[in-house]
């Protein structure tokens, strides 16, 4: 009898597997166990996870690690990924044109045109022009309803702008009725004297003029060519209930782009550039151009450039090496919009911004596993050898999985990296790592939602969502209700919550099927896209559909969604995938380690 | 036999009129109604426990001179869902729009 | 001083405007109307909407119908459209292999696998191996928990089928608990002996072995083949709360693909094949490919081909015409998936069947609108003259809405079709003709939902929506919520409305935010691809981004988000557009009537 | 003092076991709790109404021999949500059903 341990270091998580060889030289599995990652992957911190694993693993059995006949390690990818962000538009507002203010309580409903005058310069006007009344916090709604319904007398009001949310209070007080856009912060930016038009839909709907260029056209009687520039006022008042836009002689608001710099993908022979400007989409489909990428660049001086630069120098830290001994291998980008506050509004009136979200791939220097080894064995007593190169550890655990046969793939969703490998029928095995997986997830959701909190993002991403309706109850993302028996802290009250462990409120507006949305495409970005490349990159001619079953592994096939998708997809090329079940009982971890362990006997 | 109107319980006795005017004004921004109910000298969790127990909506706020608190049917007598302790009058426009936002059922406003 | 009227008549809609030439022979606009057509468009029927809707604009004016000194009519364009659907796979289980049955109310949690075995039969075995218990709805709750009670002493289960909706009842008289399905319509059609799993999800959550092919594949031990044959029944699994799946011996799900047939798209030199199955996409792709049609055809005794064949007699007896007249000259497909019932299953289930709908467009010859202006001279005793080709007139009629510049385009989103015309500095028109408008989204909607009731789709399409959260208040789509005074009735309890002048539910189990998908989305489908192909069929050397400004007329740019789809679309080729304003006031109605006066006094 | 738990309360006098029986059963199978309680002899319309005010959720049953039906706080005491005219089992259960999916705001089953 002899007692072997395999162990899989990963990026994220070490995962150990127990088994014992009897005499006749037959392999039977004890039990396995996994913990967080040590230290940085190929790093002599490793041990300490490794050694409390194998200790958890070995407990059952009564046994210690020192009375373990051999230790075998996996022969570590050289790889490891980053993830950043970068907005590639920006809109600017030029003089005081508000756009998009969406007060939650304004008051009345209609539509109102005239000029800006302040509620304090009433007596000075006689004429017969229509007016846009503008009333700072410092009056009160009673003060300002009273001094509206006496001018009234006088001239002519069409619409009321106040910079307290009093909308609803001074509207009840009004003889004749206004419709009022309340809650703008800064009315001191707000000019006198030029023509503005306040907007509010009735309860329930969206406002229909001010979000139409020929009907912002028609109140202000603008020329063709003002009416061209008042565009991205028109679009970003889309779904808004209601709206206020001023006519500033030089306002104006652009969608500016910004110049996110050009990305260089160098081949063996030849390099091809990508603008980021023109989006993921394009950038993906540069890069399926080079064939054998050796490095990627981005211009110098340029947000890409040093977005890539900082990557670099994380990733060289991380692996103790130069700089210049950095290669970007892969990258995954990934169009996304995030809001981000106008530059030059006037009621903090925020946009959503496009962006561009990359993963990048770096591939070192054979990692010093080596060492790890050396410590390994010199810290445990126990003989100590690396046994096997990653991918083709993982295809042998994974091919434990019922229902599987040859030629099988796996594609191991981890944290900064998907990687796949392909086993045929004689035994060959053709593998690859691409940039982008569960980390990338965990930002664009972070980023989607405004929420810069990747502690929250990473538990939207793992756990369902409910909308807490009342002190005592919610209702869950698939529309079912829990009642609970004590009230619920007021601080969920209304609002959406991710079901972790505890429940965790989320701040903000977006509502439960916005950031159910998110989630889901976020996912489908990510993993859809690389399963796709991946699966192209190791199938025979690029063929996909030659490969009969696909097996998920790793953290991010834990993901309550990502395997279904995964399945839906690929069945479209007639292949069977879906969550591993390493030995029938491991669920989609420990493949490696398992791997490991059937390769010592059997090879 | 009426159609109870959904409506916040305000019930109140002796209270700072000004304070009980941002509270009112606080639901009516939000567009909600109210009722006020003069009561006799009473504790002021208890007036808050009648108030909500009152209310179709199970809201109901007390005010008893610069004490007001707002309370819903779910809680305990003694732990509303929210109690003010200073005579700043936003705090009782706050209340005022956070028992409003209670029957809308949007989540409240902080400080 | 002369009196004049304009008049349109729609597919649809009949509009009418009225003016008065001065003696200097400058127009002024007094009124305008409209009311539904009557009759098809082109034959004798429409005067009566005609002089119905001239009636109610010389209304105001005090003025009778044979006061005008003449009647302008537009030279319709001779295009009708249709709309259908044809669903192109279909779901077919041989045997009693259940998929896909997700009760409201199962028991318990957890997954069990066992032998099928009927209550009745419960004393016959003595055997340990595992079953899952089916009992009809002829026991009650009590009798069947008391059963699996006692049985549990001497037997293995490891899960429970009931036909009655009792799943929570029995479990909860369960002294070991156990998953609890529910609701199983057809028991009998279960087959005794074989295997069965039976999984029930935590509340809120959705079950991960059964639609994962590998779960099922470790729980009833398949082989890779039997494996892949499971592929669909996985599949149509995810997302449910529970689930059974039985292993029967030829047990399979099949999704087959109807022999849709094949389009034939007939240039003036050559024709292009597509078939249907391949989906609406190839399809469009293939018309591109033929530059001018003349004729599409489906295959002959295929259902595409009798789609077409009933939509070329229906449009043959609308326009008098013999069916060898007829030929569709434009055809818009789309993608759509469809509940439809699973044929074979056992417990109602139902599927998501993909479908293609179509709309296609046929040009008659010249529509007979000399006899209707004969008739309506007749009639009223007024000259009446044909006087302008309706897109002609339209993009003049566009003109005068604020904002707008030559080059302009029109989009006339109508019912059946959609039109283009663009007007150049020249005074050169060009026009167009395009299948789909209206009419299809709202089929989509209906078809999409399952509702079979086109009134209730087109009140989904046109009004926003609410769910009815007490019988005092509903909340908008938008996310306000609404109060009441008096109660609602109990039929609106809970459910999705539509918030039409009255509110109507929408039965059925689609959720406020699916339902508002698929609405956004049919209109998606529909206008914006219909937006592009028409723009650059019209736009000089196909170059969209040539046309400075578009305005959007008729019925469907009523639509309170159409338009706004079509300005975000629009906006990123540089395109001004939103609804139009006739004459700073009409809104997108009345472009050709107001067109045929200009040019009466123009021309 | 305590917290109250959200029941549907269901005030009976003299009622048919087997039916209050199939009430209940239809709450059980949705999931939610009730309480009963054992009334003097009232109109089932007043039972039904003080029910409905007894409950937390405001939604209560009553049940008097053969008669029954289901009150909610916003309804008329005559008018009721539900009221049984038969008695065939099936319809009691639904009531259960139906009052239970009031409470979990989902949709009535239809018979
Ligand atoms: N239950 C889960 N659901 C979704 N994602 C998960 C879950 N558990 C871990 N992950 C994700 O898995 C990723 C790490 O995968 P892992 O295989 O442990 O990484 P590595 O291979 O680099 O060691 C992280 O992005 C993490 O968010
Ligand atoms: N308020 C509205 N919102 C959305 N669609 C509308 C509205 N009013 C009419 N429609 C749609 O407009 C179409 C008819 O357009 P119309 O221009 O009247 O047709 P036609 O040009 O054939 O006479 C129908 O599909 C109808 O559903
Ligand atoms: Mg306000
Ligand atoms: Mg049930």
Known sequence: MKWIAGVDIGNSTTEVCIGVISEKGSLQFVSSNQTTTTGTKGTQENTIGVIGALEKALHSSRKRVEDLDVILLNEAAPVIGDTAMETITETIITESTMIGHNPSTPGGIGLGTGKIIFIEDLDSVMNQDPYIIVASKMYSYEVIADKVNKARNKINITGVILQADEGVLVYNRLERKLPIIDEVGYIEKIPRGVMASVEVAPPGQSIQTLSNPYGIASLFQLTPEETQRIVPIAKSLVGNRSAVVIKTPKGEVK??????????????????????????????????????????????????????????????????????????????????????????????????????????????????????????????????????????????????????????????????????????????????????????????????????????????????????????????????????????????????????????????????????????????????????????????????????????????????????MILQELSHYKIVSGRGNIRQQEGPRNAVATGLLMHYVGG | MEYRKPMIHIAVYNPEKELLEEITAGIEEEGCLYEIAYNEDKDVFDLGWNAAHNSLLGAGIAVKGYHALFQCVHMKKNTPVFLINTKEKKEFRLLGSNAARYVKKIPFKAR
């Open chain 1, 255 to 564: 969608e500016k782009k910004i110049d996110a710099g050009f990305l260089y993908i160098h081949g063996p022979n030849h390099s091809v550039e990508a603008n980021v400007d023109d989006g993921a989409e394009k950038i993906m489909v540069k890069l399926e151009e080079v064939k054998e990428i050796k490095d990627i660049e981005g211009q110098q001086g340029t947000n890409v450039g040093n977005m890539l630069n900082k990557m670099k120098e994380t990733l060289a830290t991380l692996t103790e090496q130069r700089v210049e001994q950095i290669y970007i291998q892969d990258l995954l980008a990934v169009d996304t919009t995030v809001p981000v506050e106008i530059q030059g509004g006037i009621a903090g009136e925020t946009c959503m911004e496009k962006a561009v979200g990359i993963a990048a791939m770096v591939k070192t220097h054979k990692l010093p596993m080596m060492r790890v080894a050396e410590k390994l064995q010199k810290m445990t007593g126990v003989h100590t050898k690396i046994a096997g190169v990653e991918a083709v550890m993982a295809v042998l655990g994974a091919i434990t999985t019922p229902g599987t046969k040859l030629p099988i793939a796996i594609l191991d969703l981890g944290g900064g990296s998907t990687d796949a490998a392909l086993l045929n029928e004689n035994g060959m095995v053709q593998s690859i790592h691409l940039a982008g997986a569960g980390q990338l997830v965990t930002l664009l959701i972070s980023e989607e939602l405004g929420l810069k909190d990747l502690y929250l993002a990473e538990a939207i991403k793992k756990y369902p969502l409910a909308k807490v309706e009342s002190l005592f109850h919610i209702r869950m993302e698939n529309g079912e209700i829990r009642f609970y028996d004590e009230p619920l802290h007021p601080k969920y009250y209304g609002r959406v919550v991710v079901m972790a462990e505890e429940m965790i409120p989320i701040e903000g507006d977006a509502s439960m099927e916005k950031i159910f949305q998110i989630r889901r495409e976020s996912k489908k970005k990510v993993f859809i896209r690389n399963a796709i490349r991946a699966l192209k990159k190791i199938a025979p001619k690029q063929e996909v559909r030659t490969i009969p079953n696909v097996v998920l592994v790793g953290g991010s096939a834990l993901d309550f969604e990502i395997p279904e």
